[in-house]
Each structure stands twice: as C-alpha cells, then as structure tokens.
C-alpha cells in the first residue's frame, strides 16, 4: 500500500477510483520519482479504470489499468515527450506506450517487460 505522506508530486484522488482497488505502490513511486527527474509536471489522464469504463474508452479487456497497475500521462508536445520518456525509463519502466497526446506506462506483473508500443 502507497504511503501517500511520501508521495511529492501527486494526490490519491489523480489515479481514479474502483472498488476495492489501489494504484500499484510500485507504480506510484515510479511515476513521483520520474516526474522529480523530469522537471516538468505530470497530468494522469486516466488510472484506475472499472471494467465497464475500460470498455468504454476501448481498452483491452486484460487491460493493467483495471488492476491499478497503469496510467495514461498527458504529453503534449515533442520536448516533454523527451523528457518523459528519459525520466520514465531511467527510474526503470519496461512498459510504455505513445500516444499522440499521452504516453502510458505499468508495472502490471503479469505482462512482459522490456517492450514498448504505439497508439
């Protein structure tokens, strides 16, 4: 469980809600020590997702943000895409995925590492 006294760059209520379910700590401590090294802020575009709502959006019925394992990042221009990215891997995600406006990434235990995909 996420000690959310320690966490810097981000309230609980930013990763969304489902019953029962929590953001990955590991995948919180990531994500605030990526926004630190990166320097600019992070907006979780989506977190947490019910499996009504994952539907909704068009997410894989697997998909690691139903567990709390992901997020979706608001990314905007090519500069903080750089510099997501650099930060993202260097604290040690294997999982990303770029969109045109967001970069997604997990550390959703049951999917394989080391890869990373387009939207």
């Known amino acids: 469980m996420t000690n959310w006294q320690r966490v810097r760059h981000f309230e609980r209520a930013e990763f969304g809600r489902a ?14 020590e990526a926004r630190t090294i990166a320097g600019i802020s992070f907006h979780v575009n989506s977190g947490i997702r019910t499996a009504a709502r994952n539907a909704e ?4 019925p697997n998909s690691a943000h139903i567990g709390g394992y992901a997020v979706d ?7 903080h895409r750089f510099l997501m990215t650099r930060a ?23 999917k394989p590492d080391h890869v990373g995909w387009l939207y």
Not at 73 to 79: A, L, Q, V, Y
Request: hydrophobic residues 35%; charged residues 30%; aromatic residues 6%.
């Open 19 to 32: 019953d029962g379910i929590e953001p990955d700590s590991k995948l919180v401590a990531m994500l605030d």
């Open 57 to 60: 959006v068009g997410g894989k």
């Open 88 to 110: 993202l891997l260097e604290v040690g995600f294997t999982r990303i995925g770029w969109g045109k406006s967001f970069i997604h990434v997990d550390t959703d235990p049951n």
């Open 73 to 79: 990042i608001e990314c905007r221009t090519s500069r």
